[in-house]
C-alpha cells in the first residue's frame, strides 16, 4: 500500500534507486550517489545496451527499485535487471491506430511505480497498471473521451495513492486536464479541466461559446510534488488552435501554466501564466522544479521553470507570487520585456497570413527535456536552443483526426539551430555559465546532476557527456552513434553507481570499472 521509497522520493532519494521520471517528488533530477567523481568520471565505461524492439527513438526515462529497471518504448513495457541488462519481462502492445501528431509518434517517457504495481500511459491515452513482478496487466482505464485527438507520451506521477496522469493533443484542438486514479483500483478520483467550461473562474479569459472544448493547455510531463504544502505542480500547454488567436480572444487560462493543485481534491490553489493568449506554440510543460533556498534575504519555498519562451522564471511556490524572469535566449523577438507581475509586454509581430519570422521557434527555447538543479552547487542547469521559424496563422475549422494549428511554422533554409547547456545562478538571477553545443540542434537531451558536483547531459553531437557542475568543463563522453531524445538518470546496484540514457532505440548504461 505504501509506495515505494515513499519518505525518499519526497526527498532526494538517498538510495539507489530511482523510482519516479525525474527521480524524486522535486523534479531536481539531482542524484545523491557519489561513487563518480570529477577524478575518477574519466574511467566510466559502458556496461550494457537494450535495444528496444519497438523501432522508434526511445524517450524514456527508466525508473530502477531494487535493482529492478522499468524502461518504456511506445506501448511496450519491459523490465530489465539493472546490472546486467536482461530482460525479466516484456508486456507488449501495439502502437493505436487512428492517432495523429504526437499521440502517433510513438513517444513514451516511462512508469511510475507503487509497490508491487507500475503504471503506464498508452499512445490512446489509456492507464495501464501492470504486475512489477510479471508484467501482466491487472487493469486498464481509457480515461481521455469524447475527442479522437487525444493522446498520451508522458510518464504518470503517483501521490499518496493515486495516479495522476496527462494527455497530448494540445495542437489538436482537446481539451486539457490532469486526472487522479486510485492506485488500486483505477477508480477516478478527480480531474482538473485546465480549460474552464463557460461559468468556472477562468471562463472570462475566453470567448462564449464552445471553444472551450478545443482549448488545447494540455498536460504532457509529469508534474512536481511538495508534500509539506501538500501541493502539486503541474506545467500546461498551449492554446489551441496554436497559431490563429482570432478565435481566442482573452488570456485563454489556464494554458501555458504552471498550475498548483490540491492532490486529495484536484481543487486549483494558484496558477501562473507565463504566455498570456499564446500565439507560438509556447507550452510550460517543462519540469517546475521544486528549491528551497534563502532568497533574498527570506527562507522561501521556490519553484523554477525555464519556459519556452526563453525565459527563466522564479515563483513563490507556496503562493505562485511571481518573483523573477531572466531572459535566457540570445536572441528572442516576441516580447519586450517581462513586467513587475511577470507578465510579457508583447512587441508587434505576430503570425499572420504572409508568415512572420519570430524567436524563439515553434520548438521553444527549451523543452521537455530535464533541467537539472544541484543541491551541491545551487545552480539550475537546462539545455536551450537558439532558433526562429516563419509563423504563418489562418482561421481553419476544428475538425477530428485532423491537427488544428490553423497553419503552421517553417524555417528558412538560412536558419541554423544552435543549443547550449546553461548554468543559471537564480540566487543572483544571472548564468554561471553558457556552454555552446557542437550539433545540428536537432537533439532534444536532458540534464541531470549529481552530489559530487557533476553534471551529465546529452549533447547535441549524438554523444553522452559528464561535465564539471561549477565550471562546465568536460571531464567524459562516449558517443551513441543516435541522437538522443532522452533524459539521463543515475542508479546503484549493491554500491555500484550507473548513469543510464536512451539514444535513439537503444538504452545505453554506464559504471566505473
Ligand atoms: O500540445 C501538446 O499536447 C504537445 C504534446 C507533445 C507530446 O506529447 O510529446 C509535444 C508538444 N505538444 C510540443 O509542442 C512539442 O514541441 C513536442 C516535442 C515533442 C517530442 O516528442 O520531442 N513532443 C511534443
Not at 67 to 93: C, E, I, P, Q
Not at 108 to 114: C, D, I, P, T, Y
Not at 379 to 404: H, R
Not at 460 to 467: L, T
Request: aromatic residues 12%; negative net charge; contains cysteine.
Amino acid at each position: 500500500q505504501t509506495p515505494a521509497r515513499a519518505t525518499a522520493s519526497a526527498k532526494s532519494a538517498p538510495s539507489g534507486d530511482w523510482p519516479t521520471y525525474n527521480g524524486d517528488y522535486t523534479g531536481r533530477r539531482y542524484s545523491s550517489l557519489t561513487q563518480v567523481t570529477p577524478e575518477n568520471a574519466h574511467a566510466l565505461r559502458a556496461q550494457w545496451v537494450f535495444h528496444s524492439r519497438n523501432a522508434g527513438v526511445l524517450q524514456v526515462t527508466p525508473v530502477v527499485v531494487a535493482g529492478v529497471m522499468f524502461v518504456t518504448g511506445s506501448n511496450d513495457a519491459y523490465a530489465l535487471d539493472a546490472v546486467t541488462g536482461k530482460t525479466l519481462w516484456h508486456h507488449a502492445r501495439p502502437v493505436s491506430d487512428g492517432l495523429i501528431d504526437d499521440a502517433s509518434g510513438h513517444i513514451n517517457r516511462g512508469v511510475a511505480v507503487m509497490g508491487s504495481q507500475i503504471y503506464m500511459e498508452t499512445d490512446n491515452a489509456h492507464l495501464l497498471c501492470l504486475d512489477a513482478r510479471s508484467g501482466n496487466l491487472l487493469w486498464d482505464v481509457a480515461y481521455a473521451k469524447d475527442n479522437r485527438n487525444y493522446g498520451a507520451t508522458s510518464a504518470p506521477l503517483v501521490v499518496k495513492g493515486k495516479v495522476l496522469v496527462g494527455t497530448s493533443g494540445g495542437d489538436d484542438g482537446v481539451r486539457g486536464f490532469v486526472a487522479a486514479f486510485d492506485a488500486q483500483t483505477g477508480k477516478e478520483a478527480w480531474r482538473f479541466w485546465t480549460i474552464p467550461a463557460p461559468g468556472e473562474p477562468g471562463s472570462e479569459t475566453w470567448p462564449k461559446g464552445d471553444i472551450y472544448l478545443h482549448g488545447g493547455g494540455t498536460t504532457w510531463m509529469p508534474g512536481t510534488y511538495d508534500p509539506e504544502l501538500n501541493t502539486i505542480f503541474w506545467g500546461t500547454g498551449n492554446s489551441s488552435p496554436d497559431f490563429d488567436g482570432s478565435v481566442r480572444e482573452g488570456d485563454n487560462l489556464y494554458t501555458d501554466c504552471i498550475i498548483a493543485l490540491d492532490p486529495d481534491t484536484g481543487k486549483l490553489k494558484w496558477h501562473f501564466q507565463f504566455t498570456p493568449h499564446d500565439l507560438n506554440d509556447f507550452d510550460a510543460t517543462e519540469t517546475p522544479v521544486l528549491v528551497d533556498a534563502i532568497y533574498q534575504g527570506r527562507s522561501r519555498k521556490l519553484v523554477i521553470q525555464a519556459n519556452r519562451n526563453g525565459f527563466i522564471y522564479t515563483l513563490d511556490r507556496t503562493t505562485g507570487e511571481f518573483l523573477s524572469a531572466k531572459q535566457f535566449s540570445l536572441f528572442q523577438n516576441w516580447a519586450k520585456e517581462i513586467d513587475a507581475k511577470g507578465r510579457p509586454v508583447r512587441t508587434a509581430l505576430v503570425p499572420n497570413i504572409e508568415g512572420a519570422r519570430m524567436c524563439p521557434s515553434y520548438a521553444g527555447a527549451t523543452n521537455w527535456f530535464s533541467p537539472s538543479y544541484s543541491e551541491r552547487t545551487h545552480l539550475f542547469y537546462f539545455i536551450s536552443l537558439e532558433d526562429c521559424t516563419v509563423f504563418s496563422a489562418k482561421p481553419e475549422p476544428f475538425e477530428e483526426g485532423k491537427e488544428y494549428y490553423s497553419t503552421g511554422a517553417k524555417h528558412l533554409p538560412t536558419e541554423n539551430m544552435k543549443k547550449y547547456l546553461l548554468a543559471y545562478d537564480f540566487r543572483k538571477n544571472e548564468f554561471a555559465w553558457r556552454s555552446p553545443q557542437v550539433g545540428d540542434g536537432h537533439s532534444s537531451a536532458g540534464v541531470m546532476s549529481t552530489a559530487t558536483g557533476l553534471v551529465a547531459f546529452g549533447d547535441d553531437a549524438q554523444e553522452f557527456e559528464i561535465a564539471n557542475a561549477t565550471t562546465g568543463a568536460p571531464l567524459w563522453h562516449f558517443n551513441v552513434g543516435q541522437q538522443i531524445h532522452a533524459s539521463p538518470m543515475s542508479y546503484a546496484v549493491d554500491g555500484k553507481q550507473y548513469f543510464a540514457v536512451a539514444a535513439g532505440s537503444d538504452l545505453f548504461t554506464f559504471a566505473l570499472p
